[in-house]
C-alpha cells in the first residue's frame, strides 16, 4: 500500500496519518532496539506478531471498560488508532523484581513484590529515560495531578487483568509498560487513553512452570530464539493467524508452525493449548464508565 509520509518514525512503529482526521495509522516494524539504542536488531516477524499480540490485548481491555487507543487492524503490520496527544511519561508497573530495577537498586531477580510496584520515566532517549516522581510530573506540566491519579489507576487495572489473562496460560507477568495519552470526544470531553502497544516488546513474561524468559529480554540478553518466543506467547493466548500471515512470518515456516515446536528451549514447548481465537472489537473504543469531564481548555504547559 503506497503510503503518505511517515508522521513520526520510532524505534519499533512508524506512525503516518489516517484516513480521516484525528486518526492514525501504526505501522510495526521488525525493528528492535534495547539500553536505549545501543543495542539494534532485527528479529524478523516481530512487527506482524507484536501487531497481533497487542490488538488482542487491547482489545481486551477495551471489554472491561478501559479506554485504548486502538480502533481496528488494517493488514498485518499496520492497525488504525485514535490519534492521541502524547503524554511523555513512560509507566511500568512490576509485579516482580527483574531489570533495572535490580540495577538500580542492587536487588535479586525473581523476587515477587508484596504489592505491585509503579514506576515512571521520561519518554526521553537524549536523557536516557530518566527516572520520575509523581511530582517530577506535575511540577513540570507533563500531566496534571488529577490525571495521573487516573494514569495510575488504570495501570494497575491493566495490571490485575493482564496477571490473570497471562496466568491463564502459563505466563507470569513480571512487568511491562505503558504509554497513556489525551483524547478528546466530538463535545470536548477529555479521556486518558492506553497509546503505543503492549506485546513481548513491552512487557516481562517467564513461563510459569520453567521461569523461561519469553519476551524482549531474550533479544537484550543473546538468549537466542527471541521470534520463536514472541509466536509462543501469541500462541498460547489462542491468537489465530491465517497460514498466509505464518508464512509471512519469516522464520516460521513450515506452515504447520502453529503447532508447538519440538525443538528448542522447554518453556516454549509445554505451553498450555491455545485458548480461544482473538476477537476483534473494531471501532468500540470510545464512551463508557471512565468519561471525564475535563474540558478541552485546560492543557498542561508542555
Ligand atoms: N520497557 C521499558 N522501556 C521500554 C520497555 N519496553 C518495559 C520493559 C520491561 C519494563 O518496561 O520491557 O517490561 C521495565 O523495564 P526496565 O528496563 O525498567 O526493567
Ligand atoms: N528502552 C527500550 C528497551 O530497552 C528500547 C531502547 O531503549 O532502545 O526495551
Redesign the pocket.
Known amino acids: 500500500m503506497t503510503r503518505s509520509k511517515p508522521l513520526y518514525e520510532g524505534?519499533?512503529k512508524i506512525l503516518y496519518e489516517g484516513p480521516e482526521p484525528g486518526t492514525l495509522i501504526q505501522y510495526f516494524k521488525d525493528d528492535a532496539?534495547?539500553?536505549?539504542?545501543?543495542?539494534k536488531g532485527v528479529i524478523p516477524g516481530k512487527g506482524i506478531l507484536n501487531n497481533r499480540i497487542s490488538e488482542f490485548i487491547m482489545s481486551h481491555l477495551h471489554e472491561v471498560g478501559i479506554h485504548t487507543h486502538f480502533i481496528k487492524s488494517l493488514n498485518m503490520r499496520e492497525q488504525l488508532i485514535k490519534a492521541a496527544e502524547v503524554i511523555p511519561v513512560e509507566v511500568v508497573v512490576r509485579n516482580v523484581t527483574a531489570g533495572s530495577l535490580c540495577k538500580r537498586f542492587d536487588v535479586e531477580e525473581g523476587m515477587m513484590l508484596p504489592a505491585p510496584l509503579v514506576e515512571y520515566y521520561l519518554k526521553s532517549?537524549a536523557l536516557n529515560?530518566p527516572m520520575l516522581t509523581e511530582e517530577h510530573i506535575v511540577t513540570f506540566g507533563w500531566a496534571f495531578d488529577e490525571e495521573l491519579d487516573e494514569i495510575k489507576a488504570v495501570a494497575l487495572r491493566v495490571n490485575d487483568f493482564l496477571t490473570g489473562l497471562f496466568l491463564g496460560v502459563g505466563l507470569k507477568l513480571v512487568d511491562f509498560k505503558l504509554e497513556f495519552g489525551r483524547w478528546y470526544d466530538e463535545e470536548g470531553n477529555l479521556y486518558i487513553i492506553l497509546a503505543d502497544e503492549i506485546s513481548p516488546?513491552?512487557c516481562r513474561l517467564w513461563d510459569v512452570e520453567t521461569g523461561e524468559k519469553m519476551d524482549?529480554d531474550r533479544f537484550?540478553h543473546d538468549l537466542g530464539k527471541v521470534a520463536e518466543a514472541y509466536q509462543e506467547v501469541a500462541r498460547r493466548l489462542g491468537i489465530f493467524m491465517d497460514t498466509q500471515t505464518q508464512d509471512n512470518v519469516a522464520e516460521f515456516k513450515p506452515k504447520e508452525s502453529a503447532k508447538p515446536k519440538t525443538s528448542g528451549t522447554s518453556g516454549m514447548t509445554k505451553g498450555k493449548p491455545a485458548k480461544k481465537k482473538a476477537d476483534s472489537t473494531a471501532g468500540k473504543t470510545g464512551g463508557g464508565s471512565t468519561k471525564r469531564s475535563t474540558k478541552k481548555s485546560k492543557k498542561p504547559k508542555k
Request: charged share 55%; aromatic share 6%; glycine share 0%.
Open positions: 524505534k519499533a532496539t534495547a539500553f536505549n539504542n545501543k543495542k532517549d529515560d516488546d513491552s524482549k537484550r
